[in-house]
């Protein structure tokens, strides 16, 4: 028997390149006999990187450098809130909302 957190679900309605903001559903179901008590996410942001390059490059004006490094610093891409991992006891499952910000440009 495998043991562990799978992936169980994941509901994303109209997910596309063009959003602004839209939020993400993922379900886990705790596959093993013991109770999860710990969750990390990690995110990949592919505008991270034209962004930091834009910025180093000094070509920018001070109001777009501006508005890139406050969108960098103040609006992830994904973010959820931690307040929501509960523990997911032995073969239970765990809804979690994802937020997801689209930007467009980069």
């Known amino acids: 028997m495998a043991k562990g957190v799978f992936l169980y679900s994941i509901y994303a309605p109209r997910l596309s390149a063009t959003l602004y903001r839209s939020t993400i559903r993922v379900t886990l179901e705790n596959v093993s006999p013991i109770p999860v008590d710990f969750l990390h996410f990690a995110f990949e942001d592919s505008t991270i ?5 834009a910025l180093a490059d000094g070509s920018l004006s001070v109001f777009e450098t501006y508005e890139t490094e406050y969108s960098l ?3 992830p891409v994904f973010s959820w809130d931690q307040d929501e991992a509960k523990i997911i ?7 979690l909302t994802l937020s997801c910000f689209g930007k467009v440009g980069w």
């Open 49 to 53: 990187e034209p962004a930091q390059k």
């Open 73 to 75: 610093i103040h609006t």
């Open 89 to 95: 006891a032995p073969n239970q499952n765990l809804t």
